[in-house]
């Protein structure tokens, strides 16, 4: 009896760990799933309810490529990606279609200058033009007619996993929607990370702490122009927003370093990893994304990287030289597009005078006039000149009248 019984708890156990890992479990937690479609109708009904789709066109849906992004997919916090969609398409119709009204991304002059530019220093593979599957099209809301095609990872190779792949067109994903990856991710700056790591390696309070807490990391700062722009514009991105917010955290950690000691981020580490150990079921996924990336934040002070003195001086040199380029574009451009009004005043005071001595001198317009008469071209004055032309307008005018009326006598006659 007893047997049976531990038998029949390990069965219900079994059917509980199956049932949690299938499609329709994880979508009740509120996970993304990736789906599969067949018709371009199913598409249209997708972009209708606002939700932007990354088709992946191939002939086998087991491809590792398909699989990594739809694990980063479901590893996503439903937040980021709840207008967000990967469908896989097998269909031979729907695949020629896509294919056929589908287009690289349009960079532009100045992004297609920087891209050739890029591809030269990195040594990037040239972009796909020939189609061969599987395919990567995105499809956005804001053009559903036709969508975008993924050229790039041409020549990827050793990706076994299909990582590589899975990491190019999830960039390609992000900078086309201005969002963050799919996947769970930290991130760091590495401009940053030198500070963070400057401001660890002398004393509480000292000048070095503080030059580097206070002067190097809000120089940095300013030179993000592209941020103060966007915000002012109000055309910030998620993107955008998210990089700031990372910026800010790392000014704001660096200061309580300089006020509290170095040992607040190892205190704020350990506080922060205790309440998601502690409180992992009330925190939303959301929220736990944004503490971990604050502990891997912190860990940047608390862990830091180990820098040449080389490559300090030249950072350095690097941040001083962009401010001060910095300094004079904002000195020059109002120098380049706006007058001033008295250098406007000055012009027009030249200008009366130049006038006003050519009224006050005849005997140099005479003198002109003579020396004209001399060579045979006498010289006339403004006025003479332009009562000489509405002269010979006139005379022309009454020629073509007469001209006229010659030709309608003449029908007449007839």
């Not at 479609?37 to 490529?65: F, I, P, Q, W, Y």
Request: aromatic share 6%; net charge negative; charged share 30%.
């Amino acid at each position: 009896m007893t047997q049976q019984k531990t038998t029949s708890i390990l069965l219900l156990t079994l059917l509980a760990l199956l049932s949690s890992s299938t499609p329709a479990a994880a979508a009740a937690a509120g996970k993304k799933l990736c789906i599969k479609m067949s018709r371009g109708k199913e598409l249209k009904e997708k972009l209708a309810t606002e939700s932007n789709v990354l088709l992946v066109l191939g002939n086998d849906d087991d491809d590792k490529t398909y699989k990594e992004l739809c694990d980063r997919l479901e590893g996503t916090p439903p937040g980021r990606v709840k207008d967000f969609e990967i469908a896989f398409v097998k269909d031979s119709n729907m695949r020629r279609n896509v294919m056929n009204k589908a287009a690289p991304p349009s960079l532009g002059l100045i992004g297609t200058a920087e891209k050739f530019v890029l591809d030269l220093i990195t040594g990037a593979p040239p972009p796909k033009t020939e189609i061969s599957y599987p395919e990567y099209v995105l499809y956005k809301t804001s053009n559903p007619e036709a969508g975008i095609r993924f050229v790039g990872g041409a020549t990827i190779e050793n990706d076994d996993e299909g990582k590589q792949m899975a990491d190019a067109v999830s960039d390609f994903v992000s900078e086309q929607l201005q969002t963050k990856k799919i996947g769970s991710f930290v991130y760091a700056l590495g401009s940053y990370d030198m500070v963070a790591a400057q401001i660890m390696k002398y004393e509480t309070g000292s000048w070095q702490q503080r030059f580097w807490a206070e002067g190097v990391a809000k120089m940095l700062q300013t030179m993000f122009l592209k941020y103060p722009i966007a915000s002012l514009l109000s055309t910030t991105t998620p993107v955008m927003e998210f990089e700031m917010e990372l910026i800010t955290n790392y000014i704001k950690i660096g200061q309580k370093v300089v006020e509290k000691g170095k040992n607040y981020p190892k205190e704020q580490v350990k506080r922060l990893e205790e309440m998601l150990e502690n409180d992992d079921k009330s925190i939303s996924e959301l929220k736990k994304e944004s503490m971990s990336q604050r502990v891997y934040t912190l860990k940047r002070f608390s862990e830091p990287e180990k820098f040449a003195d080389k490559d300090i001086m030249s950072f350095l040199v690097k941040v001083g030289m962009n401010l001060l380029t910095l300094l004079l574009m904002l000195v020059m451009i109002p120098m380049m597009f706006l007058s001033s009004p008295e250098d406007d005043e000055e012009e027009e005071e030249e200008k009366e005078e130049k006038a006003g001595a050519e009224m006050e001198d005849p005997d140099k317009e005479e003198e002109e006039n003579d020396e004209g008469s001399d060579s045979g071209t006498p010289l006339l004055t403004k006025q003479e000149k332009k009562a000489l032309a509405i002269q010979r307008a006139k005379e022309s005018m009454k020629e073509d009248k007469e001209n006229v009326q010659k030709v309608l006598q003449k029908n007449g006659g007839k």
